[in-house]
């Protein structure tokens, strides 16, 4: 049978169709293969970073604790030392012990922190300019700022431990930040925070008003103006948008007496008492091998003797299934762990960049950040908890991780540059110029701002009161808020 060309036109052109199609299969198959190629480099790198920066993470918080344990063991050796010179009645060596014991306070933590770069170094972690320039920002401000400024009646705000103390502590800060800093302390308290009690110095605030989280509001400032001449109701249904300046002022920061180092701070008090006050608990609990001579000759006599402090000391609240917080442990802490103290909070930074096509550049930098908490452990005997009997005494053998949310590091983490930075140079200049005095270049700012759906906003404040207005949306707020319960869940990491 003759084929008409007709037909024959017709088939040529679909075989080329075909081939065609082929074609475009192929490259689809191709460009595919492509993406799961990339994809797979990338997810087989952040999961490398993702280790490297916990491995990183963990490894610096669990150096720093330890050096916190075989500090304090110091602090704790030198008391014995001090009692033992107290029986030879030789009070130069007792003040020689004392000025050790101030400086070791300091000098320990300072240990701690050099060798928890290390620690990140030796796991792959690389220097982060952003943290190195803040210690040495730092460092400048305890030297030049600490010693100069005064409190309202024109005392030291921050009195000097010991002669020249600040220059030394600030020659120490720079020291470690002159070999990079890889692992930021997390857990810093600096002398310059304010301590609490203002919805602008809660990072909570803002991330409410940026995620709509009425809520917030219900649960943290229920009442916030009822010491005001407004009737008492939310934050957000109290709040007058600017001007003039609705907040309260910040708070002062207090005038005290300073014992610890800022980062990796050991939580120490120093007691003026007689041995006496010690020993006899000490005795009373049935300890057969102490090695304190608690011979009558010192017993009565009232010296200055290096004790943990009972607001840093105290029982481990944030890890009581329980508590407040809810805390989501199976059983209860061992009586023999209970007690919070001294603690290691470690934030790492670790830079990658992807190259499977993103929303915007081919190349997206992205970043990994992993915080650790690590705590020293001991015991002084076969049940009692090192700080049983107030003083300090050698007894930290362990280390070991803790969860974050149960460790001593403030909200929002004391290395959130961003955040520092706004609590520190932009709040007093909002609190006096209003919505004019914000810094564009910042989130927590812009949180804060006029603009639409934010918090100067009146439109938006009264969208959050309309919704909490209604009885059922309300009850949201209690009922939907999980196993983290009043504040809507609980900070907990791995
Ligand atoms: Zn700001």
């Known amino acids: 049978m003759k084929k008409t060309p007709t037909f024959q ?12 199609q082929t074609m475009i299969f192929i490259i689809m198959i191709l460009v595919c293969l492509t993406i799961v190629v990339m994809l797979n480099f990338d997810v087989h790198k952040i999961i490398r970073t993702k280790t490297v920066t916990q491995n990183a993470g963990d490894a610096a ?6 050096w916190q344990g075989i500090t304090l063991n110091l602090e704790g050796e030198l008391n014995i030392m001090h009692a033992l010179a107290m029986v030879n009645d030789d009070n130069d060596t007792i003040d020689a012990i004392s000025n050790i014991q101030a400086r070791l306070s300091y ?9 928890a770069q290390q620690a990140a170094k030796n796991n792959g972690i690389y220097v982060n300019d952003d943290f190195t320039a803040r210690i040495h920002e730092h460092a400048d401000k305890v030297r030049y700022v600490y010693p100069t400024e005064p409190d309202n009646n024109g005392n030291p705000l921050f009195p000097e431990p010991w002669p020249n103390a600040w220059s030394e502590y600030a020659d120490m800060l720079d020291t470690v930040a002159d070999n990079g800093i890889a692992a930021a302390p997390d857990n810093q308290h600096l002398y310059a925070d304010y301590t609490s009690g203002h919805p602008l110095l809660d990072i909570g605030f803002y991330e409410a008003v940026a995620g709509r989280n009425w809520c917030w509001f219900v649960h943290n400032y229920p009442n916030y103006n009822v010491a005001r001449t407004d009737p008492p109701t939310t934050l957000l249904e109290g709040y007058k948008s600017y001007p003039p300046t609705w907040w309260p002022p910040l708070p002062f920061i207090p005038n005290r007496q300073y014992i610890n180092s800022e980062t990796f701070g050991l939580g120490i008090n120093k007691l003026t008492t007689t041995f006496d006050s010690f020993a006899t608990s000490y ?23 290096y004790g943990y402090s009972s607001a840093a000391w105290s029982k481990w609240d944030s890890m009581d299934v329980h508590g407040s917080q809810n805390f989501p442990v ?3 802490v061992r009586p023999q762990y209970n007690y919070t103290g001294a603690d290691a909070v470690i934030r790492i930074i670790a830079d990658i960049t992807r190259i499977t096509p993103g929303a915007g550049d081919s190349e997206v930098p992205q970043q990994i950040t992993w915080t650790a908490a690590a ?16 003083i300090i005494l050698p007894a930290f053998k362990d280390v070991r991780l803790i969860p974050i949310s149960a460790s001593s590091t ?13 609590i520190e140079n932009h709040l007093t200049k909002y609190l006096a110029e209003g919505p004019n005095g914000l810094n564009p270049d910042c989130w927590y700012c812009s949180q804060l701002s006029a603009a639409k759906g934010k918090w100067e906003d009146p439109l938006f404040r009264q969208t959050g009161a309309n919704w909490l207005a209604i009885p059922e949306n309300k009850n949201l707020c209690y009922t939907q808020s999980g196993p983290g319960g009043p504040g809507g869940g609980t900070r907990v990491a791995h």
């Open 107 to 115: 000098v320990g933590p300072m240990i701690a922190f050099m060798a």
């Open 283 to 305: 005795n009373a609990a049935g300890s057969s091998d102490s090695h304190i001579n608690t011979s009558s000759s010192i017993s009565n006599q009232v010296s200055t003797w």
């Open 61 to 66: 918080a669990l150096m720093a604790a330890r």
């Open 410 to 422: 403030p909200s929002g983490g004391a290395f959130n540059i961003p955040w520092r930075i706004h």
């Open 375 to 390: 705590k020293p452990f001991g015991m002084l005997n076969e049940a009692d908890r090192p700080n049983a009997f107030q």
């Open 9 to 20: 036109f017709i088939k040529s052109n679909q075989k080329n169709e075909r081939s065609g």
């Open 330 to 332: 199976v059983g209860t």
